[in-house]
């Protein structure tokens, strides 16, 4: 035990410096490392495993919904970034540019990707000629660059790793409805596969993607009570078919150009369970995506028969879960904290006794409650109890949102809230900018989303007093 | 039929330009688009569900011998680059120099990575401390960049989709073993996967990776006699981990260097599979890695009844093999050219007297060969046939190289053979660069390896006379 204290000691308590404790966890539990490349960080096996894990379900749903994958060059020509007025005004800046290739000094720059919109266009101009070659439903894995000053693994780094889709459509109706269908498909991957709940909404037009004519998103709320938006999908109506001249023949025998949208989720979904499962103890995952479901600590191990039985046990629940046996020399405290730490679901403790009785000990580690179970009934048992984990953490999150949540009428509200809590803040908004930005000036807090579910809080504007177009969830984010 | 004709010969015949009929089938079987960016292609729908497939192989085969994956960056800081002379040496004139990032100007260079060695070394350097902590076992899927002055989709492309395996080993011993297991995964994943023969060896030191002790290679020959390196493993011994300092505590508790490794196999497979097994119809997909197994073809499909006994077909069989269903109203024979130039290695037809008679026609894509099916049989048959399919691509692969290998003990004889024939020519060495050299300027040939399995042809080498010290095999490749 003595062990187990220390290992619990060395990670910062969340309620002390909850920067600092997420730091620790990435470190600790690890899930990523710094490398020399400013702002890049390398996604070490545990990490890498939970976002593979992430990327089968994803892409399950994707291929399910009729999308196929494609694999798109990593650089971009400038004159092809340029294309999109906003887009590139949006993009340009935080761009790194390649001008050198072998012993050549390039006659023009090319940047790595830090979003492929325009790269699918161009080659969309070149593959689509009739309604009959739509709808065109595509996405990439990939890497992307985005420059960043500063870094914090999986939250905001130079290089991250994500899925872009990028779809076209015969009609404006269709584009819409591919919006929404993928924004529901990533709630869906939050709430039922990573256990946190999300508010779906639409994004202001100052927190609108570039080149979008409508973004949605869906934002998570962390344990500290601040937001992370977990992934966005857009609408682009025609404005890059117009500006790369794509246009296919329509039923009526005319030229018409498709309709767009691209949707999103990366690598910070990763920072995304952390913040929201996490706690002094280290990582807790969701069943759904960790990499070790069941984790088998033999208990007196040196005693004859012990280790044969977890190594039995091994091999016996590999049908039903991802499972590992530690059969190494540490101490079961050291096990029990180590194995906290890196968030696996459940502890699978069997000792002599335990044996005895034909049974072991199940320990699950969102509430540390014991179930003792028969061996014979583990394999009802096991996804019965990842189940209970995985309801617990959701549940522990959505508590957590709802208790943080809190509904401003008045700016002297808002201020007041927004300096005194940590949280989402519902208030009505008139629909200028300018109210925005105040209230980003005099309350700090950034427009989150317009939820879809709307509330009647109050007539008007929470900001200047005249009538009230939306309500609006704000808040602090990652 | 008049459409089927039309499709076919829309294909340059393999006999009368070879590289001409592989650039048509890698466009008509929708497998990759060239891109506006210089030697980058796109890996289309089709071409990337291949990828996708060899990819799941291959990373089972690393995970059931102990890899893990990770993510690294994308650039390596110009200085890392350095630290290895041979290394940097044979990269540095073939990268791509990011030398701008957002809106400031680098003080140091970046490479967009060509290979990843000295980011493992370095990240190695961080995290091996004991030799408790080895081997380590490390691998990432992802792509490099390497500036091309010619373009030929999957064989030599600017930017390429690879994995690269990196390992530390305690000893030199468990290092060589390593390499040489990675060689055999590489041969397995060919031969017993695409249906590749392939040649096992060792690369000669001219041929070797910037920076290794070793190269280890398997070589397969293309339908066009000329040999395309299919996959490549190396030793590296302690070099690199001097150059990182990268040491270890032994047994001994005295620090020492590990040993390293590193192997990859590369998107050029997917163009070896299209040059070994293509024929004058186009692709022939080894049925491991077919995105679609079995094609369904509904005949005379306006009939009653005929597309829901199609449909019907697909449902069942979909729980036996990747199986698609074309109802479109092209015509049939236009299907049976469309899914011959895809390479699907069955096709299923199925029409009213088929129905009547509770049978369906099964056709081979290898070989055209029919064969009548009772519908209830279905389940048996096909996996039947698509190994059936699997082995005589092989056979017919093995075929070739058999009939392309030749023997040359004398200089004429090895011009005469290089000039007249195209294939793989086995001949002695002596050991020499120089003649290797002159083999190279007198008969056009390069050492494609030296082979596990020997043969002693000769005393002498081919080229000088002189006692020799191997048989190589020769050959002019891709």
Not at 8 to 13: C, D, F, H, K
Not at 143 to 164: A, C, I
Not at 349 to 371: A, F, H, M, S
Not at 428 to 448: H, I, N
């Amino acid at each position: 035990m003595a062990e187990q204290k220390k290992m619990v000691e060395a990670i910062t308590s969340m309620d002390v410096d909850f920067a600092k404790w997420y730091t620790d966890v990435v470190r600790k539990a690890d899930l990523a490392d710094y490398s020399s490349v400013k702002g890049c960080t390398i996604i070490r096996p545990y990490g890498c495993a939970i976002w593979e894990n992430i990327r089968d379900i994803l892409d399950g749903m994707f291929k399910e919904t009729g999308h196929e994958n494609v694999m798109m060059p990593l650089l971009i020509p400038e004159s092809l970034l340029q294309k999109e007025k906003d887009h590139v005004e949006g993009f340009a800046p935080e761009v790194a540019w390649v001008t050198q290739g072998g012993q050549e000094k390039l006659t023009e720059r090319l940047c790595v990707r830090p979003t492929s919109e325009v790269l699918f266009c161009e080659h969309y101009s070149h593959i689509i000629n009739s309604y009959r070659d739509l709808p065109m439903l595509y996405n990439q894995w990939c890497s992307v660059v985005r420059w960043e000053k500063t870094t914090r693994p999986f939250l905001r780094t130079t290089e991250f790793w994500w899925q872009e889709g990028h779809t076209m459509h015969e009609t404006a109706e269709e584009a819409m409805a591919e919006t929404e269908r993928m924004l529901n498909i990533y709630a869906r991957m939050c709430e039922e596969y990573l256990a946190i709940p999300v508010l779906k909404g639409r994004k202001t037009e100052k927190e609108q993607f570039a080149g979008a004519q409508a973004t949605y998103t869906i934002e998570a709320m962390m344990h500290d009570g601040k937001a992370l938006q977990s992934g966005t999908s857009h609408y682009f109506g025609d404005g890059f078919a117009r500006a790369f001249d794509i246009t296919f023949q329509g039923r009526d025998n005319k030229p018409a150009y498709p309709h767009q949208t691209s949707w999103g989720m990366s690598t910070r979904i990763i920072g995304a369970i952390i913040m929201t499962h996490g706690d002094d103890n280290g990582l807790a995952l969701p069943p759904a995506v960790a990499p070790i479901q069941v984790v088998i600590v033999p208990i007196a191990q040196h005693k004859e028969g012990v280790l044969d039985k977890a190594e039995e046990l091994r091999k016996r629940l590999s049908a039903i879960c991802r499972v590992k046996c530690d059969a190494s020399d540490n101490s079961p405290g050291w096990k029990f904290a180590q194995y906290e730490m890196k968030g696996v679901p459940l502890r699978l403790e069997i000792g002599p006794k335990d044996i005895e009785n034909n049974q072991c000990v199940l320990v699950r580690r969102d509430n540390r409650e014991k179930t003792i179970v028969p061996l014979d009934q583990l394999e009802e048992k096991i996804p019965e109890l990842l189940k209970a984990v995985h309801d617990g953490l959701y549940q522990r999150a959505l508590e957590n949102r709802e208790n943080r949540t809190y509904t401003a009428t008045s700016m002297e509200e808002m201020i007041q809230l927004a300096n005194e809590k940590s949280g989402f803040i519902k208030a009505m908004w008139c629909g200028d900018l300018e109210c925005e930005m105040k209230l980003k000036e005099q309350a700090g807090v950034t427009s989150r989303c317009m939820p879809f579910e709307q509330e009647h809080l109050s007539d008007v504007c929470v900001c200047c007093g005249k009538p009230a177009k939306s309500m609006v969830v704000w808040g602090k984010a990652y």
